[in-house]
């Protein structure tokens, strides 16, 4: 199958694998506002293995998610491409494999960002997944990443990125998605997924993409350009000054999904979508939890889905009492309740 190139729109928004929260029901939400393509959440290759009914739920996708591709994370290439070959009975549109992740429980195991400081492996894996599976086999890596014994000066980074990507792309592998990090010692905390607004936010706030830009210029697949899009005009710049073929939006979209149709009118019309309406807002909100319930439950999916409402709630008028109140809650019919109650209240 030679379709990758076409499955990726030009300049448009994709929402990205996050763990914890870009699951079936966020994905959802986010395609019905415009993303164009979508990532499960990160999937262990040696979990999968071992107990694929556990982790069955992140492979979970319909029809209406396509473009959807299923991440995968591991530091063999053998097992790498033994569940490579699990995930393409699942029928995706392609699998992506995780080079960028910096958590503590990932790096020890030789996996994520770790490979970046070994592309003799990284490349070894890309080739096994490549000759594994007949779907596309696409790429994320960070543009920073902690090289041991190596100085990290920007050019040289810069330089060993461009050599991995061009690796990857010798290995057969479809796109690259490149996290453009500023610094290179960040360290993301194991657990990412209990991340909630007011924590400290593991990122520089300086975002570096000159590295998409040189990478954009090394290879001939598409390039996805990553890190500090937190609205349509951020999207539109990393467009404009990197030349990616198409953006990623991770923490952006979490409690914003609208990011989505934002950046495509933006880039459709040349014109800013004014923000949503309250009543937009309560629907969207209300939908997402009926989401979250129908695939996990009541008692699971209330839990999950507090990790998203504090987001949606963020910077929103008198919502702290709100905020604290269904962060005890345990029963859906009383969630949906007050939170019907608070935006009928605000648009009174
Ligand atoms: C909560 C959370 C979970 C994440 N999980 C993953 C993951 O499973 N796989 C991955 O490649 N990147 C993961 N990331 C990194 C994002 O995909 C993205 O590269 C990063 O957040 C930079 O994009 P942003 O500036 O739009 O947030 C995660 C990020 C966050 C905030």
């Given at each position: 199958m030679d379709y990758f190139p076409d499955i990726v729109p030009a300049h448009s928004a994709f929402l990205a694998p996050m763990a914890g929260i870009s699951d079936h029901p966020f994905r959802l939400i986010c395609k019905r506002l415009g993303a164009s393509v979508l990532f499960s959440e990160f999937v262990s290759a040696d979990g999968l293995i071992r107990e694929e009914q556990r982790v069955r739920q992140y492979l979970h996708f319909c029809r209406?998610?396509?473009p959807f591709g299923v991440q995968l994370f591991g530091s063999e290439p053998a097992t790498m491409a033994k569940a490579a070959r699990i995930v393409a009975a699942y029928q995706p549109d392609f699998i992506d494999l995780n080079f960028g992740c910096p958590a503590k429980k990932v790096v020890k195991t030789g996996a994520g960002a770790a490979l970046l400081s070994n592309p003799d492996r990284l490349q070894a894996i890309a080739e096994a997944v490549v000759d594994a599976v007949s779907i596309p086999v696409t790429g994320k890596i960070r543009s920073r990443w902690k090289i041991p014994n190596r100085k990290t000066l920007t050019g040289q980074v810069d330089e060993m990125m461009i050599e991995i990507a061009q690796r990857l792309e010798n290995s057969g592998i479809r796109a690259v998605t490149v996290h453009a990090v500023a610094s290179g010692t960040t360290q993301l905390r194991s657990?990412?997924?209990k991340e909630t607004p007011g924590?400290?936010?593991?990122?520089?706030?300086?975002?570096?993409?000159a590295a998409i830009a040189k990478i954009k210029k090394a290879i001939r697949i598409p390039v996805i350009g990553n890190g500090g899009i937190w609205n349509a005009n951020d999207a539109k710049r990393m467009l404009d000054e990197t030349g990616c073929d198409a953006v990623m939006v991770a923490r952006g979209a979490r409690g914003n999904p609208w990011i989505f149709s934002q950046i495509s009118h933006l880039l459709c019309t040349g014109h800013h979508l004014p923000p949503p309406t309250w009543e937009e807002r309560k629907k969207v909100i209300l939908t997402h939890l009926a989401l979250t319930l129908d695939f996990y439950g009541e008692s699971q999916g209330i839990r999950v889905f507090r990790r998203h409402l504090p987001f949606y709630l963020k910077g929103l008028p008198r919502s702290t009492s709100l905020r604290s109140k269904t962060g005890q809650l345990n029963d859906a019919t009383t969630l949906l309740k007050e939170i019907e109650e608070y935006f009928d209240a605000l648009e009174q």
């Open positions: 209406e998610e396509r657990d990412q997924s924590q400290k936010i593991p990122y520089p706030n300086n975002i570096r993409w």
